[in-house]
């Protein structure tokens, strides 16, 4: 590579992807033989039931938020929308206990644990709106009660809950978006950085010796 | 936290024992398995849907209540007329210690209880006459004057326990055009336009049911039934749901506040008066900690020192002689 070339942003960014997350770490067909345990397919369960979510709400999407009340397909699709957000938020505390009693932030790795951390709280806030905008008496009655949440802290003036069309927007388009985005760095970070070992895996000098051989 | 060197150490790529491993196989099984698990719960326990209230069902079946509330807004003495940021500048709202948030971007969504929930709706009807004329005297007299009848005849249905047959007849003339208008508003919310007004507010498209839920939250009706449905926040309505599906669980931790005290008390000061804004302060600096937890002394070594993840790499503790 030319001096010029290495000046180029494009090819900086190349290099840096290259080397941090070339193909044989986004798709490894090996992994550390301490990647033994079921906690490790709870973060998979997350991103499928993330998946579920995600087809099934576009579905209630392009029917329009009230088709569910008056069609039984309809309910049917809302019913899988809902138990998917069920079995996603059951999956993401344990892979988040999980982790958090693997210390698995160790070796570097705090950006993994800061993006699931987030990820965790803008989905809290995705079904929040989720349950606003229900237009059922479930929905009216917790934007009734949200509200003053909000507003004691002042946020109500621009987070609006009894505000369906701000609350629909967020709920399909905002977001699941910011959400999707988290989700897919989580994932990136996971790969580029490799599974946490074991901790005390390199307690002693002879130990860390011998697994770097 | 390790030393530099063990934090090196384990950042670098695993150079000891491997095995077989197919991403792609495992994702898809895992979709696979979700997806199922999700059709079948569905088909098993559907989802909840219990129906809207309006306005309509409201007067229809609660007319007392609905007559009482409707009092209490053109008074002025509703929950929404005094709430204070973002609806008006009634009082000033909760605080924390000397930070006063609920009103520091001020009166952002307007809402005159008296004029959006009563007048306004009003004045879009084709009334009868005793209404109409009513209606007339109330916009040619003063705000005092206004005040003083909508005043009085609210104390006066409220001592007579919202029951109008029971005000005396004489007292009658204090009250001016003020009853007449409530009579007005309910047969208006009995045929079912009070809704389509409240919402509408002279526009054709509308998406803020800001107005309809602060005066329906003002009567005992919606209370009522929320009651009867577990969601009050007394009861960890926060998390529940109506009927017996699961709701928002994951706010376990923020319903939790709410049940002890002084946060379960409202007439407590500092905190249990202004519960809402010290629990959305817990819960904010909750969520902080949450994500920076590899940051925090003490709590980020509690796994080194609760031995769980021996259990989770058993094989490979013992394999490695750990
Ligand atoms: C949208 C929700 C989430 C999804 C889809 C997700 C997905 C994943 C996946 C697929 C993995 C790799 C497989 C595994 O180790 O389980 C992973 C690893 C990880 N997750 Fe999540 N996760 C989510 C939320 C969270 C949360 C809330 C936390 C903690 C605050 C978290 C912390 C971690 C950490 C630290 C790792 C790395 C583990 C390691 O290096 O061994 N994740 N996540």
Redesign the interface.
């Known amino acids: 590579m030319s001096n010029s070339e290495k000046e180029l942003w494009t090819a900086k960014l190349r290099g840096a992807w290259q080397r941090n997350l070339p193909i044989e770490k986004l ?11 079921w ?1 490790y ?1 709870f973060g ?2 997350t ?3 993330l ?2 979510i995600i087809a ?1 709400g576009v579905v209630l999407a392009f029917e329009g938020p009230s088709w ?2 008056v069609s039984n397909v309809g ?2 699709v ?7 957000v ?2 996603f ?1 059951i999956f993401m ?1 344990i892979h988040l206990w ?1 982790k ?4 698995a ?6 950006a993994t ?2 993006t699931g ?2 990820a ?2 803008a ?2 806030a995705t ?2 709106t989720g ?1 606003l905008v ?25 987070f ?1 809950v ?5 609350m ?1 927007l967020l709920h399909v388009a905002f977001l699941p978006l910011i959400l999707g985005v988290l989700t897919i760095l989580h994932v990136l970070l996971v790969r580029a ?11 002693t000098e002879k ?2 010796k ?4 | 936290m390790s030393s530099p060197r063990i934090q090196d150490l384990e950042s670098q790529p695993w150079a000891g024992r491997t095995r077989r491993y197919d991403i792609i196989k495992e994702g898809t099984i895992a979709l696979l398995v979700v997806t199922l698990l999700t059709i079948a719960a569905s088909m098993f326990f559907g989802s909840p849907d219990e129906k809207q209230l309006t306005f309509k069902s409201w007067a229809v079946t609660a007319p007392a209540d609905f007559y009482q509330t409707a009092a209490h807004e053109i008074a002025g003495s509703s929950e929404s007329a005094g709430y204070g940021a973002p609806y008006n500048s009634a009082s000033d709202g909760v605080n924390v210690g000397p930070l006063h948030l609920a009103k520091i971007f001020g009166v952002s969504h307007p809402v005159n209880s008296v004029n959006d929930f009563v007048v306004t709706p009003l004045s879009t009807q084709v009334n009868t006459p005793e209404v109409s004329a009513a209606l007339k005297t109330w916009n040619v007299s003063d705000l005092k004057m206004q005040q003083g009848w909508a005043s009085k005849y609210d104390d006066a249905l409220t001592k007579a326990n919202g029951d109008q047959a029971k005000i005396p007849a004489g007292a009658l003339a204090d009250f001016g055009p003020v009853p007449a208008m409530i009579g007005g508003l309910l047969t208006m919310a009995q045929s079912g336009s009070l809704d389509a007004v409240l919402l509408s507010q002279g526009n054709y498209f509308q998406f803020d049911n800001t107005k309809q839920t602060l005066f329906m939250g003002d009567g005992n009706y919606f209370n009522d039934q929320s009651t009867a449905s577990h969601l009050q926040g007394d009861t960890w309505g926060m998390m529940n749901e109506t009927g017996r599906y699961p709701g928002q669980a994951w706010l376990w931790l923020y319903s939790f506040w709410y049940q002890i005290p002084p946060f379960n008390n409202g007439d407590q000061h500092p905190f249990g008066a202004n519960a809402d804004a010290y629990i959305m302060v817990i819960m904010g600096l909750l969520s902080a900690g949450l994500v920076f937890m590899p940051f925090i002394p003490g709590i980020r070594s509690l796994p080194r020192r609760i031995p769980i993840h021996r259990l989770i790499w058993k094989q490979y503790y013992k394999q490695e002689n750990l």
């Open positions: 798709l490894p067909d090996t992994q550390p033989a301490y990647v033994a345990s906690i397919t998979v369960l991103l499928s039931s998946g579920v099934s569910y009340h309910h049917f809302n019913s899988l929308h809902f138990w998917s069920q079995f938020f505390v999980g958090f009693w693997m210390a932030w160790r070796g570097r790795r705090m644990w800061m951390g987030i965790f709280v989905s809290i079904a929040f349950y229900q237009t059922n008496f479930d929905s009216q009655w917790i934007s009734f009660e949200a509200k003053d949440g909000f507003n004691s802290v002042g946020v109500g003036a621009w609006t009894t505000n369906l069309g701000q629909l950085k490799g599974v946490v070992p074991p901790i005390d895996a390199f307690d130990k860390a011998g697994a770097r051989k």
